[in-house]
T-cell receptor, first 114, second 113 residues
Framework: NAGVTQTPKFRILKIGQSMTLQCAQD?????MYWYRQDPGMGLKLIYY???????DKGEVPNGYNVSRSTTEDFPLRLELAAPSQTSVYFC?????????????FGNGTRLTVT | GQNIDQPTEMTATEGAIVQINCTYQ??????LFWYQQHAGEAPTFLSY????GLEEKGRFSSFLSRSKGYSYLLLKELQMKDSASYLC??????????????FGQGTTLQVKP
């Protein structure tokens, strides 16, 4: 199992550009999440999904969009990139078989918007 | 509202014991998680507490007091490789059990020889 795979690892965007951060998991997990992590800050939830076709907003959804057409994939779309979106983005998944099912994180995408 | 507090930084000596505290105030509670994150890497799961008391797992133990909104992570026999950030996260409760976690800002632990 590859676990949770994120691409790209690094990206530099100009203000106003758009891009899609890819996330795929091969563990057949229904639950998937997108977090961002700024220096010295905790992880903030952007969007999450409890299954294919179902998505919902987290704490900081503005400026982002997601889709979940398959169980495996959960891409995060940035439209009109802004410097405030410079961050490290982590995708995570969970089986939620029980309350103590942990999150499995991808290795992150480091995004700089200049 | 919801708030999770952890110390920003801690320093300890190799071979020693260190306790990292976490206090929380959340609407709804569905367990408390601790994650370890080495610099430049993804967080990895360490422990989960939902009932009051101590959970021990090798050199690491985690304690929870729900009435006090308090948890700690105890690391024994510290090793250099334990230098990392330790993230406290609370699971949101409620009828829609979505598995969402609210994270504290993390505690960066530096282990010195």
């Amino acid at each position: 199992n590859a676990g949770v795979t994120q691409t790209p690892k690094f990206r530099i965007l100009k203000i106003g550009q758009s891009m899609t951060l890819q996330c795929a998991q091969d563990m057949n997990h229904n639950y998937m999440y997108w977090y961002r992590q700024d220096p010295g800050m905790g992880l903030k939830l952007i969007y999450y999904s409890v299954g294919a076709g179902i998505t919902d907003k987290g704490e900081v959804p503005n400026g982002y969009n997601v889709s979940r057409s398959t169980t495996e994939d959960f891409p995060l779309r940035l439209e009109l990139a802004a410097p405030s979106q410079t961050s490290v983005y982590f995708c995570a998944s969970s089986s939620r078989d029980s309350n103590n099912s942990p999150l499995h994180f991808g290795n992150g995408t480091r995004l700089t918007v200049t | 509202g919801q708030n999770i507090d952890q110390p920003t930084e801690m320093t300890a000596t190799e071979g020693a014991i260190v306790q990292i505290n976490c206090t929380y105030q959340t609407s709804g509670f569905n367990g408390l998680f601790w994650y370890q994150q080495h610099a430049g890497e993804a967080p990895t799961f360490l422990s989960y507490n939902v009932l009051d008391g101590l959970e021990e797992k090798g050199r690491f133990s985690s304690f929870l007091s729900r009435s006090k909104g308090y948890s700690y992570l105890l690391l024994k026999e510290l090793q250099m490789k334990d230098s990392a950030s330790y993230l406290c996260a609370v699971g949101r409760g409620g009828s829609s059990n979505t598995g969402k976690l609210i994270f504290g800002q993390g505690t960066t632990l530096q282990v010195k020889p």
